[in-house]
């Protein structure tokens, strides 16, 4: 069946740690993108890839990396210098923008 | 203005009533316009696309007021399974570019 992973389902970070949370898809799709959802909050942007070895800032670029090395993944690094990082982290990918998201089952993130 | 609003809710509604939902677009550009649901701690999932002409799925109907920069999900006969987040998305299509998503309107369905 094809879809896209995350990985871990939960981690815990401690202070002043990076951790990388995985993403990957068997759909095919160019596009990959990463979200941040926190309690009560609407999905908020924080880079997306168009293609492989490409990839653009979103609108809450700071304290995170990303790497689109492959086509199928999507790696996201949460910096130490990212000053809030507890939060549900959700990967998402598709063919064109007009057709809508396939999004992973998320990754939640909780700071230690 | 945000570019996406929703009302937050909570709808608390009984079994078999209909609610409708309502969300505006800021920008005038937009040209995709989505619902997803999202389930408490879950991924949003795609509900269905909203289409000029107006959509129906089921009990579910969708309409797009591109003057009014407004969209609406209406849903009919509402099922305890129907409780849940519903996000209203928006994308301008230009390449580059991503979903925009409102801050969802949360549905609680009783019996």
């Known amino acids: 069946d094809g879809g896209i992973t995350q990985s871990p389902k939960y981690l815990f970070r401690k202070e002043g740690q990076n951790v990388t949370l995985s993403c990957e898809q068997n759909l095919n799709h160019d596009a990959m993108y990463w979200y941040r959802q926190d309690p009560g909050q609407g999905l908020r942007l924080i880079y997306y890839s168009q293609i492989v070895n490409d990839f653009q800032k979103g609108d809450i670029a700071e304290g995170y990396s990303v790497s689109r090395e492959k086509k199928e993944s999507f790696p996201l690094t949460v910096t130490s210098a990212q000053k809030n990082p507890t939060a549900f982290y959700l990967c998402?990918?598709?063919?064109?923008?007009?057709?809508?998201?396939?999004f992973g089952s998320g990754t939640r993130l909780t700071v230690v | 203005r945000k570019e996406v609003e929703q009302d937050p809710g909570p709808f608390n509604v009984p079994e078999g009533a209909t609610v409708a939902f309502n969300c505006t677009y800021s920008?005038?550009?937009?040209?995709?316009f989505f619902w997803y649901r999202q389930d408490c701690r879950k991924e949003p999932k795609l509900l269905m696309s909203?289409?000029?002409s107006g959509n129906e799925d089921g009990r579910f109907t969708a309409q797009l007021n591109r003057a009014s920069q407004y969209i609406s999900l209406l849903i009919r006969d509402s099922k305890l399974s129907d409780s849940a987040t519903y996000l209203c998305v928006v994308t301008n299509n230009q390449a580059g570019t991503a979903l925009i998503f409102g801050k969802g309107t949360t549905l609680s369905v009783s019996s």
């Open positions: 909203v289409y000029s």
């Open positions: 920008n005038s550009a937009s040209q995709s």
């Open positions: 998402a990918s598709g063919d064109r923008v007009n057709y809508g998201y396939t």
